[in-house]
T-cell receptor
Framework: QQQVKQSPQSLIVQKGGIPIINCAYENTAFDYFPWYQQFPGKGPALLIA?????SEKKEGRFTISFNKSAKQFSLHIMDSQPGDSATYFCAASITAAGNKLTFGGGTRVLVKP | GAVVSQHPSRVICKSGTSVKIECRSLDFQATTMFWYRQFPKQSLMLMAT?????????EQGVEKDKFLINHASLTLSTLTVTSAHPEDSSFYIC?????????????FGSGTQLSVL
């Protein structure tokens, strides 16, 4: 059972555009929602994370929007650059259950120059 | 920032041999480490949780006798793929949690690409 559904699977934008990636979860016990960036042949790197008591969080060009009632959260990449081309994963975990991450399926983002 | 070192980055082996992958936390002591498996263009699937000084906890469907995990010290966890077969070929990634505690302090290694011929 996939507990975190991510869409779209891939995304192409022009430089300066705003890729938007969406995730939906089922388990209401999740209380930590991070986003990771992964380049080919490398491990994921934490970009930004949010908890359910906050509806939006910004760090640099990355923004998370969180809708608790809809059980959805999204990542926006402002002023995207070719160097942002990577695979992005949303994830969710339950702090009291040892923080094991459940990952979404991933979104391959290509930013064209 | 904290770094998790994973070695080797790439390994090619013959079918039937065993392969050991190391995961080290370089500037913090990790009481808990996680091992993931990732197939091409797919997501990360948690294989097991490695706890220092105790047995690893395996996720459903992961063969504990096939994927041996040892977490003998606070800075090192190893994953041994025993009697590897071509279907074990995958990208294996570890992560380590800084016990200082917040969820944010979970760091990933750079992964190991295993190819079994």
């Amino acid at each position: 059972q996939q507990q975190v559904k991510q869409s779209p699977q891939s995304l192409i934008v022009q430089k300066g555009g705003i890729p938007i990636i969406n995730c939906a979860y089922e388990n209401t016990a999740f209380d930590y929602f991070p986003w990771y960036q992964q380049f080919p042949g490398k491990g994921p790197a934490l970009l930004i994370a949010i908890r359910p008591d906050v509806s939006e969080k910004k760090e640099g060009r990355f923004t998370i929007s969180f809708n608790k009632s809809a059980k959805q959260f999204s990542l926006h990449i402002m002023d995207s650059q070719p160097g942002d081309s990577a695979t992005y994963f949303c994830a969710a975990s339950i702090t009291a259950a040892g923080n094991k991450l459940t990952f979404g399926g991933g979104t391959r983002v290509l930013v064209k120059p | 920032g904290a770094v998790v070192s994973q070695h080797p980055s790439r390994v090619i082996c013959k079918s039937g041999t065993s392969v050991k992958i190391e995961c080290r936390s370089l500037d913090f002591q990790a009481t808990t480490m996680f091992w993931y498996r990732q197939f091409p263009k797919q997501s990360l699937m948690l294989m097991a949780t490695s706890n220092e000084g105790s047995k690893a906890t395996y996720e459903q469907g992961v063969e504990k006798d096939k994927f041996l995990i040892n977490h003998a010290s606070l800075t090192l966890s190893t994953l041994t793929v025993t009697s590897a077969h071509p279907e074990d070929s995958s990208f294996y990634i570890c992560s380590a949690r800084d016990p200082g505690g917040s969820n944010e302090k979970l760091f990933f290694g750079s992964g190991t690409q295993l190819s079994v011929l």
